[in-house]
């Protein structure tokens, strides 16, 4: 089969490019190297609806990130994906940083954003009374909100395939030939999947995939972002997101709740060798830390529960790259998607989507929305036994930090895009999530991953690959 349209790559830009795409007549195939969608910077990012007040104005990112905000939200609602509108704070400490407020404000209305304002630090303190009494000076920006990033990923990747969409996983690009009805793609193993247009959406690695077709005018560089995650004890110490001003590296270390009621802090910014490069440092995380207290001096580091690495693909430009190939005919690149991206998520794709020089015929039946996955975590007590009734598997409680039942850890599975190993589960359900990191319902999940997938426990991974979960069965 020659499918219309390949894309590479499936975090949440890929997934959003082939949600849109999934509205059309066409043949749509996602390609993702991993067991999993939603396995790099998409899910491991701040989850931040970004205002808009930070781009250049005249850049594509200024442009697609006003355009970005009410798009995301208006699709978070159409895929039941858990956002708030909380609002953020940008805080200045002294007369120096305090310009710098201004000048934010000034490209804000630049990019068109209404309702932000300046306040004074007393103003700001009585909006989070945590704040640190050394802030003099703020933005406060209404529309920005959080989100669940990786929920996002899954629920728009899950939409497509519920349009017609299909997904490869495990199919790491080795070979993009040219053939006379498009392209052949091929990976390591030998496999190959032809489709007439490409779309490279590959994170950090689009560079590579573009070398592949002939371009080779951008690099991407990886900037390594470290976090801590607090308990649900934490969550209220601040109801905004909260910034300090922004620095050429990124926007800096920020304070924030996430939409499941726990506290964020981060990230750091450090340019390293490869998209890979996830890990932890001492040193990071020690500046998370201190920089975060900077913010919110009472914030109890006791309550960590997590800390992970996210890796963001920038560019030397600054600006996000949508175009389409220069070498080779019907490519289009889709890179260096770092902050806002997620913002921009649905924007990108429907920018992105009207270069093909391709016919847009709309489906009659296309549905644009996706139950809520989580709608039995919010029924109230009638309403759940009204549930377990018709279903006794959501009656069990297997994760008990999150109280997440066998129910919605089956559905996870059997649902598009279905979970294949521990992360998995993880990110659609949050089983594994709460203070003891899957300790006590890791095995259980295992035991279920084994019965559904038909496999056995020694061939459950955490996350594809050769991360299994054991080595083998006592007596081999």
């Avoid at 858990?82 to 400490?93: D, E, H, Q, T």
């Avoid at 009585?126 to 920005?144: F, G, M, Q, R, Y």
């Avoid at 690495?309 to 996000?320: H, L, P, Q, Y």
């Avoid at 496999?455 to 069965?473: H, L, P």
Wanted: with cysteine; aromatic share 6%; glycine share 10%.
């Amino acid at each position: 089969m020659v499918y219309d349209i390949l894309i590479i790559g499936a975090g949440v830009v890929g997934g959003m490019i082939a949600r849109e795409l999934s509205r059309y007549e066409l043949s749509v195939c996602l390609l993702e190297k991993e067991n999993d969608v939603s396995c790099g910077a998409s899910k491991a990012n701040s989850g931040i609806i970004h205002g808009g007040f930070d781009p250049e104005p005249g850049t594509l990112k200024a442009k697609l990130n006003i355009l970005g905000v009410p798009l995301l939200y208006q699709a978070a609602a159409e895929l039941q994906v858990p956002y708030v509108r909380n609002g953020s704070l940008v805080c200045a400490f002294g007369t120096e940083e305090e310009h710098q407020i201004d000048e934010l404000y000034r490209r804000g209305l630049e990019n068109g954003i209404t309702g932000m304002s300046v306040i004074s630090g007393d103003e700001a303190r009585k909006l989070e009374p945590n704040l640190s009494p050394d802030i003099t000076k703020a933005l406060l920006v209404p529309s920005a909100g959080i989100i669940s990033p990786y929920d996002l990923t899954v629920a728009a990747v899950g939409n497509a395939m519920d349009n017609g969409v299909i997904l490869e996983r495990n199919f790491a690009v080795a070979a993009i030939n040219a053939t006379g009805d498009g392209y052949a793609v091929a990976d390591a193993a030998g496999r190959v999947i032809r489709g007439k247009y490409l779309i490279n959406c590959a994170g950090g690695y689009a560079d590579k995939i573009a070398n592949m077709v002939g371009d080779s005018h951008f690099s991407i560089i990886p900037r390594a972002g470290e976090y801590m995650l607090l308990d649900k004890a934490e969550g209220s110490r601040v109801s905004r997101t909260v910034f300090q001003v922004p620095s050429k590296e990124g926007k800096g270390i920020l304070v924030s709740p996430t939409v499941h009621g726990n506290l964020l802090v981060g990230p750091t910014a450090a340019v390293v060798e490869s998209p890979d490069c996830r890990q932890t440092t001492p040193e990071g995380l020690t500046q998370v830390r201190k920089l975060s207290a900077k913010s919110v001096p009472s914030v109890d580091f006791r309550q960590v529960i997590t800390s992970f690495t996210g890796v963001r693909a920038s560019e030397k430009n600054g600006d996000f790259i949508i175009e389409r190939s220069k070498n080779a005919e019907n490519v289009l690149h889709v890179a260096a998607i770092d902050s806002p991206g997620l913002t921009c998520c649905v924007s990108i794709a429907q920018y992105a989507v009207q270069m093909l020089p391709i016919p847009l015929i709309p489906k009659e039946n296309w549905n644009d929305t996706r139950e809520n996955t989580h709608a039995f975590s919010h029924m109230d007590e009638a309403e759940k036994h009204a549930f377990i009734q018709k279903n006794p598997a959501y009656g069990k409680i297997v994760c008990r930090c999150e109280s997440i039942s066998e129910g919605e850890i089956l559905d996870a599975i059997h649902r598009n895009p279905g979970a294949r190993d521990l992360d998995g589960i993880k990110r659609r359900t949050r089983s594994g999530m709460g203070r003891c990191q899957g300790g006590f319902c890791g095995p259980q999940v295992m035991a279920l991953l084994s019965r559904e997938l038909g496999i056995g426990m020694e061939e459950v991974t955490k996350n594809g690959g050769d991360s299994y979960m054991v080595a083998e069965r006592i007596g081999q």
